[in-house]
Nanobody
């Protein structure tokens, strides 16, 4: 199982920026996905952004398009989430997830349902 460790969360004012990072212990497949999910109190977990480690193909939730950017540094097995123009609605616990891609070229949020590797979470709080 891949071990994941998130960092970079914190508290910022609306309009501010944060950069999250997630370091993986290993890549278990050539076709490998890493991504970010978030969950706010009283709400269901939702996908934020994902990246196919092999081809850099990315997927974003509509709510963060144009504001968030996911990227990776393969030598360090690390994925980043640059979050700009943060809004109070972005407040949530952010979780990193990873696993093998078994179908398709893009890592859809649905693909992560079958993944067992999740980080401990890092809190992001955006105030007005």
């Amino acid at each position: 199982q891949v071990r994941l460790a998130e960092s970079g969360g914190g508290s910022v004012q609306a309009g501010g920026s944060l950069r999250l990072s997630c370091a993986a212990s290993q890549y278990t497949a050539v076709r490998f996905c890493m991504g970010w999910f978030r969950q706010a109190p009283g709400k269901e977990r939702e996908g934020v952004a994902s990246i196919n480690v092999g081809n850099d193909m990315t997927v974003y939730a509509d709510s963060v398009k144009g504001r968030f950017t996911i990227s990776q540094d393969k030598p360090t097995l690390t994925v980043f989430l640059q979050m700009n123009s943060l809004k109070p609605d972005d407040t949530a616990m952010y979780y990193c997830a990873a696993g093998p891609l078994v179908y398709g070229n893009a890592c859809t949020f649905r693909d992560f349902r079958d993944f067992n590797s999740w980080g401990q979470g890092t809190q992001v709080t955006v105030s007005s």
